[in-house]
């Protein structure tokens, strides 16, 4: 397995950007699907965006789509979150989550590490 720590989170505008970062530390990081999560006070969560393994094929939840971007760096054990064009409705506590060799549409199901997460949250 490896152990995630997010990074980047904070107080935003509504409108401006943020970008999260995730590093992951263990072994195999390539091989790990990458994927980003949410939970907003009184709501379950959400899966918000996730990259794949092999082709590093992206995914994205309806409610991101267009605003958000999930990246990663495999030389740096990293995956990023760009997300721009922030809405109050985006203000939650955002966790990566990693998948061995899964795909990005099913990291939801059984991802295999979870970071701590980080606070966003977006003033309007």
């Known amino acids: 397995q490896v152990q995630l720590v997010e990074s980047g989170g904070g107080l935003a505008q509504a409108g401006g950007s943020l970008q999260l970062s995730c590093v992951a530390s263990?072994?195999?990081?390539?091989?790990?699907?990458m994927g980003w999560f949410r939970r907003a006070p009184g709501n379950e969560r959400e899966f918000v965006a996730a990259v794949g393994w092999s082709s590093g094929g992206t995914y994205y939840a309806d409610s991101v789509k267009g605003r958000f971007i999930i990246s990663r760096d495999n030389t740096k054990n990293t995956v990023y979150l760009q997300m721009n064009s922030l809405k109050s409705e985006d203000t939650a506590v955002y966790s990566c989550?990693?998948?061995?060799?899964?795909?990005?549409?099913?990291?939801?199901?059984?991802?295999?590490?979870w970071g701590q997460g980080t606070q966003v949250t977006v003033s309007s």
């Open positions: 263990g072994r195999n990081f390539n091989w790990y699907t």
């Open positions: 989550a990693a998948a061995y060799m899964s795909t990005p549409q099913t990291i939801s199901t059984a991802p295999d590490s």
